[in-house]
Each structure stands twice: as C-alpha cells, then as structure tokens.
C-alpha cells in the first residue's frame, strides 16, 4: 500500500509540472464559467423582468421605472420565458403576496437584487416588499442541454487524458523503461494511473456543478464518475500507446475528444431505431446517464452499462500499451 500510494504521489507530482496538463485539470471549471455567460449570466446593464396577468397597471408602470419588463398573458408563458438563455426573473402575484420566479442557476446575488429593486418599487412606503422565491428548473432549449452535457462529458475526460499525457512524459524520458523492468506488475502500474484518473474527474465535475449550479446533483454524478474509471482508464492508456512525446499526443487528444464527447451527443439527432449503433460505446452510456440525471430519471442502469461496456475497451488499451513499452504482465 505504501509503494501505492508513493506511486499515486509521483503521479500527481509529475501531473502538475506539466503545464499542458495543469491547465486540462483546470479546463472544466473554465468551460462552466464560460456556460454560466452564455446561458445563466446576470445582466451587468438592465435588469429584466417578466410578468404575468396577476401584475395589474399599477404595478406594472412601479416596474417599468426599475426594470425591462416583458408581460405574458399567463404564468407558464413567463416561465418559458424565464427559462431561456439570458438572466430573466418572473413576478407573480396571488392571494398570499407577490413571488419571484427565478431559473436557479444566477446565484444568490441576483436573487437578492431583484427581491430589493422590485420591492423597493413596489412598495407603497419605500420599504421593501415580501416576497417568495420560486425556482423554475431550467429544461432550456436543445442548445443549453447540449451544452451543458457536453461540459460535464469533458469533466468525466479530463482526468484519463490528464494522466494519459503522464504515461508520455514517462516513455519521452525513457522512464517507462525503468517502470518496465522494475518488480511493479502491470496491474499495480494500471491502478497507479486508475486512482489519479478518478480523482480528477471527482475535481472536475465537483467544479463544474457548483459553478453551474447543479450541487444538488453531485451524488448522481459521483455515481456515473466511479461507473466510468474504466472509460478514464482507456483514454489514459489509448494516449500512452499511441503517442511516444507531446506532440503526438495533443494529435491523440484531437482524435479522442470528438470520439468522447461529440460522437456520444450526435445520438441526439439519431432516431431511437438507429440508436444501437451507439451501444458498443461507454460514452454513449455516459451521455445516457448524465442525460437522465438533468432529466430527474434514474441514472443507475446506464452508471452500470458504462462500467460494463468499458471493460473490453479498458482491456485492449492496456493490452496494446504493454506491447508499446515492452510492459511484461507478470513477474
């Protein structure tokens, strides 16, 4: 255990003085901050609101003086509008007081801002008005769900492709060939790059989902991470394999990412019919899985397809990277 985990330290070391990977690791938290400016970011110029028909005249012009305000004629066409891509929150009014109807994904700080201007000019005495908050989850368009899978696929990559550029650092500086020879077997070798590799994705997606507001999420995902170790490790093993220095391997890496994240969404626009074609696939599985969990369906089945499916490919990755580097399998 303690060669284990000195080989697990070695592994991060060497990660981290690597700038190309450094910034991988950094690479989903990047990407969901981009994603929360595209399709959750807050107004920095003119606060939007939308409207229902329980708003009357009066309180509408109080609004307009504060506020760009778009009226519906009725609750679900303001929160389809609210749940579009820019950074819109709905009031409403009934029996109990006024609500404000927001996506979830602003933050707090946006929440609170519109709650104190809306009061404020709303209420006849200059005090601030109660509210209650609403949260209209976000089902977006096609754009904002694929977007978003697609972010939190590369938060599930990163961390294969990360210690996958390790193993080249190893066969540029003729490491591996000490590993090689050395008494580790190649199974010790394997669940030495395993355990960084899932870590990562741990960072990532943990990173991702809180930037972007999906906390309440986070158990479901760590399931689909554990579930795809073997897909980490097949990337990681494919890029140790295929490339003998860092230029080949950034070659590697434009050839995998299409295959880990854009092959997996393009089932979207496949009919159901054609769908099997995708089945031999563990980030398809992925794709399904995450996919579930934005929807609020059981995610385990596909967790446990994409380990399954991994197996096979996980196999023939360390297989072909121990004939590369001259690996023996045992000792």
């Not at 599930?156 to 020879?181: K, M, P, Q």
């Not at 140790?240 to 880990?260: M, R, Y």
């Not at 996919?291 to 490919?313: E, K, R």
Request: proline share 3%; glycine share 8%.
């Amino acid at each position: 255990m303690k060669a284990f985990l000195s080989s697990v330290d070695r592994e991060f070391k060497l990660i981290f003085r690597n700038g190309i990977s450094a910034f991988m690791i950094a690479a989903p938290a990047i990407l969901a901050f981009v994603f929360i400016l595209i399709f959750g970011a807050v107004n920095n110029t003119v606060l939007k609101l939308a409207v229902d028909q329980t708003i009357d005249a009066t309180d509408l012009t109080k609004l307009e003086r504060v506020a760009e305000v778009e009226r519906f004629d009725d609750t679900a066409a303001m929160q389809a509008r609210i749940r579009e891509t820019d950074a819109v929150a709905g009031i409403s009014k009934d029996a109990n007081g006024y609500q404000v109807f927001v996506q979830g994904n602003e933050g707090s700080t946006f929440t609170d801002g519109v709650q104190a201007i809306a009061g404020l000019a709303l209420g006849a005495t200059g005090e601030l008005t109660p509210y209650r908050v609403e949260l209209v989850e976000a089902r977006g368009g096609m754009a904002y769900n694929v977007s978003m899978i697609a972010l939190l696929l590369m938060s599930l990559f990163i961390g294969g492709a990360t210690v996958g550029l390790s193993i080249v650092d190893e066969r540029e500086g003729n490491v591996i060939r000490a590993v090689a020879v050395s008494p580790m077997r190649l199974g010790g070798y394997v669940a030495t790059k395993l355990a960084p590799a899932l870590i990562l994705n741990f960072v990532g997606i943990t990173a991702a989902a809180l930037i972007i507001g999906k906390a309440s999420l986070l158990p479901a995902y760590y399931l689909l991470v554990v579930a795809s170790v073997f897909v980490s490790g097949m990337m990681t093993f494919a890029i140790g394999a295929f490339a003998s220095n860092q230029v080949a391997a950034i070659g590697v890496l434009k050839l995998l990412v299409p295959l880990s994240m854009i092959l997996p969404v393009s089932a979207i626009f496949v009919p159901d019919g054609w769908q099997f074609c995708y089945y031999i696939l563990p980030m398809y599985w992925q794709y399904r899985g995450l996919n579930a969990v934005l929807t609020g369906a059981p995610a385990g089945w596909f967790a446990l397809l994409t380990l399954l499916v991994s197996i096979p490919w996980l196999a023939a990755a360390v297989w072909l990277f121990s004939k590369k580097a001259i690996f023996r399998k045992r000792r």
